[in-house]
């Protein structure tokens, strides 16, 4: 009799799970074509060593822009060069064009030391393009937000937290990522590994 009830378990707990399994890949399936139209493939710009994703679609406070590149295994922006400033700004101005302002959050911001750092690094930010009169240090503008304008370039400003504005995300480019986007590797036949120019 013990025998017959735990065949009688195994047998219900096997089509349970085979039935939750199936139901999560008929879910799956059926999102598929829609996620596909209402969600653009992900695009990454390079430069150097990084990849750039300009989250134009994604809207979300400076946490939740943060969890956004996170979840595509990316960090918040963090600029530190003129050059790299002006790259993003050339990169935004072939996807976004003249014709809209859009705000993007960077992981500048003062709430740790109540200094401006890079949060993804704790490194002190040295370059900056602050817009005039910025930061101002308004109450509870503890977070850096990058402003895309066509005709004036990129340029900084101090919000709060709370402020709904685009993800502007980045990952350093490593062998093990390069292997991942094969569009950005050229690797010969000794195995070794360099990024296209």
């Known amino acids: 009799m013990a025998k017959q009830i ?3 378990l195994f047998a219900i707990l096997f089509n349970v799970k085979m039935n939750t399994a199936r139901s999560a890949d008929d879910a799956l399936t059926k999102d598929t074509g829609i996620a596909q139209s209402v969600a653009p493939a992900l695009i990454l710009d390079r430069e150097q060593n990084i990849l750039y994703y300009i989250g134009y679609i994604f809207t979300g406070t400076w946490y939740q822009a943060m969890l956004h590149c996170n979840s595509l295994n990316m960090d918040l922006v963090s600029i530190e060069t003129k050059q790299e400033n002006d790259f993003l700004f050339n990169q935004m101005k072939a996807l976004l064009g003249d014709l809209s302002e859009y ?6 911001t003062t709430l740790p030391y109540d200094k401006w750092v890079w949060m993804t690094s704790g490194r002190p930010i040295f370059y900056t393009n602050w817009e005039a009169g910025e930061p101002n240090n308004g109450p509870n503008e503890h977070c850096l937000e990058i ?3 066509y005709k004036r ?5 101090d919000v709060k937290q709370d402020v709904k504005s685009h993800a502007l995300c980045e990952a350093k480019i490593t062998k093990s990522v390069a292997e991942m986007f094969p569009q950005f590797c050229n690797c010969s036949s000794t195995n070794s590994v360099s990024v296209l120019g």
């Not at 705000?103 to 500048?108: E, T």
């Not at 370039?153 to 400003?157: E, R």
């Open 6 to 8: 735990v065949v009688i």
């Open 103 to 108: 705000q993007f959050w960077s992981s500048g």
């Open 147 to 149: 402003k895309y304008i």
């Open 153 to 157: 370039g990129l340029t900084w400003n």
